[in-house]
């Protein structure tokens, strides 16, 4: 079974504007990572939030955390063409679990 | 600096035969896993190996086993192919040693396997 659900599922967007999507999960975890995958290809790693932080950045991308609601959110900002991809957020159980639990994707296309 | 590596990049095997997949980690990684991603969905986690021992697994039959070598590269076996292990096969490497919170996993780029 998935440990990670995403949402939306797929998502359509026109280059320029923001991508946002969210991940949602079910247990205590160590830390949340978000994944890109183009066309079936490798997981092109992003970012790596730990569970004792809220927010993190990277270049055009935002990623927030709440162990509260068990959730996460990724934001895409001024979106480009090359950002049409899926997008996966990955989880690593507490206390010592190190295997990463995957959801489904979002599929992201960002229309010229 | 290289960073994680597969082979072969496809391959085309019939039911009932064996497959070895192959992976070389990042510079400076000690650990590697490995998933399995079917079409449409998210990888599945298979097994991971962290000095030269499984460490963990994943819900995967015996016909899955790996090897994890001294230089920390790994291998992936798959005895008595099935059509249903058609997948996308993909390695991680990170760097268990430093602990929990530096679990950050990088992927190679695959072996798209196809069983007849």
């Known amino acids: 079974s998935q440990q990670g659900e995403e949402d939306p599922q797929a998502l359509s967007i026109q280059e320029g504007e923001n991508a946002t999507m969210n991940c949602s999960y079910k247990?205590?975890?160590?830390?949340l990572q978000w994944y890109r995958q183009n066309s079936g290809r490798g997981l092109v790693h992003l970012i790596l939030i730990r569970s004792n932080e809220r927010e993190k950045h990277s270049g055009r991308l935002r990623v927030t955390l709440d162990t509260s609601k068990k959730s996460s959110s990724l934001l895409i900002t001024a979106s480009r063409a090359a950002d049409t991809a899926s997008y996966f957020c990955a989880t690593d159980e507490r206390p010592n679990d190190y295997k990463l639990s995957f959801g489904a994707g979002t599929t992201v296309t960002v229309r010229a | 600096d290289a960073g994680v590596t597969q082979s072969p990049t496809h391959l085309i095997k019939t039911r009932g035969q064996q497959v070895t997949l192959r992976c070389s980690p990042k510079s400076g990684h000690d650990t590697v896993s490995w998933y399995q991603q079917a079409l449409g969905q998210g990888p599945q986690f298979i097994f991971q190996?962290?000095?030269?021992?499984?460490?963990q697994r994943g819900n995967f039959p015996d016909r899955f086993s790996g090897h994890q070598f001294p230089n920390y590269s790994s291998e992936l076996n798959v005895n008595a192919l099935l059509l249903g292990d058609s997948a996308l096969y993909l390695c991680?490497?990170?760097?268990?040693?430093?602990?929990?919170?530096?679990?950050?996993?990088?992927f190679g780029p695959g072996t798209r396997l196809t069983v007849l």
């Open positions: 190996y962290y000095e030269e021992e499984e460490r």
């Open positions: 247990t205590s975890i160590n830390n």
């Open positions: 991680a490497s990170s760097q268990l040693s430093r602990g929990a919170g530096y679990n950050e996993q990088f």
